[in-house]
């Protein structure tokens, strides 16, 4: 079997192992985490990650609802594969100056 995990289908309908970036309403990317579990209520245990080390974050395991997740700042990716991708080729905005937005994370 030597079928690469990404060609294979995504189950979309869980989340959960799922890989995503948030950006501020200036489109610029904040974060990027991964969903470790699914609660009760449609809240959600996630685990953000460092961008240059690209590990997690020591303060980043974190409870979101799908309320929150559910708009145009959380992008969504089957694998961290895809993530990296995206990020590196995918347009992303991750430039080192604030944008005017004036809401982009402290960091
Ligand atoms: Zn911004």
């Keep these: ?3 690469r995990k990404a060609q294979q289908a995504t ?11 948030t ?10 985490g991964r969903i470790l579990a699914r609660l009760d209520g449609g809240y959600y245990m996630i685990q953000t990650y460092e961008w240059i080390s690209g590990s997690p974050s020591f303060t980043g395991t974190r409870i979101a609802h799908v309320s929150v997740m559910s708009n145009e700042h959380w992008a969504w990716y089957a694998t961290d594969e895809d993530m990296r991708e995206a990020y590196e080729y ?6 080192r100056m604030k944008c005017v937005c004036q809401t982009d994370a402290d960091d």
């Excluded at 995918?90 to 430039?95: E, F, N, S, T, V």
């Design 1 to 3: 079997m030597t079928a």
């Design 11 to 21: 189950d979309w309908a869980d989340l959960v192992g799922k890989f995503f970036h």
């Design 23 to 32: 950006f501020c309403v200036g489109g610029r990317a904040q974060t990027q």
């Design 90 to 95: 995918g347009g992303i905005d991750h430039g």
